[in-house]
């Protein structure tokens, strides 16, 4: 059988459903949608969506794990922010087709 263009590379499938994994969790769809609209802390993300602040830490890494924020250091504090904006797309779509459904 021919390789066609259709065709996904196993590492780019793994990918693929990894982040599909990683927006399937609510939590993360909040901190996310929060961090497309504006740059936050890890307290500053608890105290906006009402979590625990380990919670975030939490869920912060994991995202960070899978390439879809990074962060800077402000003195003593980290910010976090999208690592670009193809989640942004990918989530907002999925948020308007709620909507629309």
Same mark, same amino acid.
């Given at each position: 059988? *021919?390789?066609?263009?259709?065709? #996904? +590379?196993?590492?780019?499938?793994?990918?693929?459903?990894?982040?599909?994994?990683? /927006?399937?969790?609510?939590?993360?769809?909040?901190? /996310?949608?929060?961090?497309?609209?504006?740059?936050? *802390?890890?307290?500053?993300?608890?105290?906006? #969506?009402? /979590?625990?602040? *380990?919670?975030? *830490?939490?869920? /912060?890494?994991? #995202?960070?794990?899978?390439? #879809?924020?990074?962060?800077?250091?402000?003195?003593?504090?980290?910010?976090?922010?999208?690592?670009? =904006?193809?989640?942004? =797309?990918?989530?907002?779509?999925?948020?308007? +087709?709620?909507? =629309?459904?």
């Amino acid at each position: 059988m *021919s390789n066609h263009n259709y065709d #996904l +590379h196993e590492e780019t499938l793994d990918k693929t459903t990894q982040t599909f994994k990683a /927006l399937s969790d609510p939590t993360r769809v909040r901190i /996310l949608h929060l961090l497309f609209h504006k740059e936050c *802390s890890v307290n500053e993300i608890a105290k906006t #969506l009402g /979590l625990q602040q *380990s919670t975030v *830490s939490h869920q /912060l890494r994991y #995202l960070k794990q899978q390439r #879809l924020i990074k962060c800077r250091r402000h003195k003593t504090t980290l910010y976090y922010s999208p690592e670009d =904006h193809h989640i942004f =797309h990918l989530l907002n779509q999925a948020i308007e +087709h709620a909507k =629309h459904i």
